[in-house]
């Protein structure tokens, strides 16, 4: 089976301009294509992830991906799939957080000898001149054309500001740019950017009068058509500090038992007939099915080792059983313990297992804390100074567990 079959097989296209252009050069290993990441945060993602995985098949097969980092349509903010505007980020945390993408995507995409291009839109958005830029590319935008884009509908509901307009004009621009000084002809990314996509092709047949391509592929939903990648801790991230590799495990460990045979075949490796294989799995098998999902990405994110540790840890735990060696580690500030002293409620928050004070006062009334394996009922308990010395065991409901320790 070929590449773009293999793709289909796994449920993983969704859109394509000319499916059998895009079939032929992706089959053949002859594409440069790119995918673009706006740098929102300091860490990856589990949103960024189907497209990390796309990019990493595709150049096991030949094709040259081109990583392009939004250094520039940072600035901006793409209003795709949103209902408020995004936070407007300093150039200082911006390229900030374009380092640090560029660090984690090292793990997944071959940069050698040319293989693939990491790029920084900042190069050529932040120097163009705005009266050259209408000039160039204005003519060739409808605006009607852009506001039925699928992009801006749910921003228009509660007012889509100009800076937010700008933004299909400036990702169209990028692959004009990308496809005349780099050979890349083909654009991929996430159903939500399928409208900024075909901009860049329509711009690209407008103004050079050649054909460039666009493919999308399929949000990460579960069963109900919710976005995965959020925990009531907040997004499921692909940085160690802010996900362990323990934490990231159990996230997919515990998927529902309607979705993890379907994000088997969308995030693994495992060949689809051995995936054929488990889709009569119920019951006890069912579960070995989850640890495979779960151990299998974590592997790809943390490495052998930790996916090790992380699969060890959960059996462990589950069977009743101490695996404190493999616990995730909270580093807190020694600063926050007032006169040797911490409420169990601020050290909970502050620790990210609960999203507020709020949340830490219900699990505690309601039983759902342990501190070094005696469960804690009393809203007013305080944590001293002596007992992070060995590190502070930290149990919530059943399944998450940290040792906090002082730095």
Not at 318 to 324: H, M, P, R
């Amino acid at each position: 089976m070929q590449i773009y079959d293999e793709l289909v097989a796994r449920g993983l296209i969704a859109q394509v301009t000319d499916e059998d252009k895009v079939k032929e050069l992706i089959n053949q290993g002859k594409a440069t294509f790119y995918i673009g990441f706006d740098p929102t945060a300091d860490s990856l993602h589990v949103g960024h992830f189907m497209a990390l995985l796309l990019a990493k098949r595709l150049q096991m097969v030949g094709n040259k991906p081109i990583i392009l980092l939004g250094g520039g349509t940072g600035y901006v903010g793409d209003p795709s799939g949103r209902t408020d505007m995004r936070s407007m980020l300093t150039p200082e945390k911006i390229n900030y957080n374009c380092e640090c993408f560029k660090k984690q995507m090292e793990s997944f995409i071959d940069f050698s000898n040319n293989k693939a291009l990491v790029l920084n839109n900042a190069k050529w958005l932040l120097d163009l001149n705005y009266i050259q830029l209408l000039r160039e590319v204005g003519p060739h935008f409808s605006v009607n054309n852009m506001l039925r884009a699928e992009c801006y509908k749910q921003r228009m509901e509660k007012g889509l500001s100009f800076l937010e307009f700008n933004y299909m004009i400036m990702q169209s621009y990028d692959f004009y740019y990308l496809f005349k000084n780099y050979g890349c002809s083909l654009q991929f990314g996430g159903d939500d950017q399928w409208s900024n996509m075909l901009g860049g092709t329509e711009l690209i047949r407008r103004k050079l009068g050649k054909d460039a391509y666009a493919m999308t592929i399929n949000l990460l939903l579960n069963s109900e058509g919710k976005k995965m990648g959020k925990t009531a801790k907040g997004a499921v991230w692909l940085d160690r500090e802010k996900t362990s590799p323990f934490e990231f495990y159990q996230y997919w460990r515990n998927v529902d038992d309607k979705d993890v045979i379907r994000f088997i075949k969308m995030l693994t490796f495992i060949p689809l007939d051995e995936i054929s294989k488990m889709e009569s799995f119920k019951g006890e098998e069912l579960n070995k099915a989850k640890d495979i999902l779960a151990y299998e990405l974590t592997k790809l994110v943390h490495g052998e080792e930790d996916a090790g540790n992380a699969m060890k840890m959960s059996k462990s735990l589950f069977s009743g059983q101490s695996c404190e060696e493999l616990m995730p580690i909270y580093k807190l500030n020694k600063n926050l313990i007032v006169d040797n002293v911490i409420s169990l409620i601020d050290l909970l928050v502050e620790t990210k297992l609960c999203s507020s004070k709020s949340e830490a006062r219900r699990l505690i009334l309601q039983n759902g804390i342990s501190v070094q394996d005696r469960v804690v009922s009393d809203v007013y308990h305080k944590v001293c100074l002596a007992e992070f010395e060995n590190g502070l065991n930290i149990k919530k409901g059943k399944k998450t567990f940290l040792k906090v320790v002082l730095k």
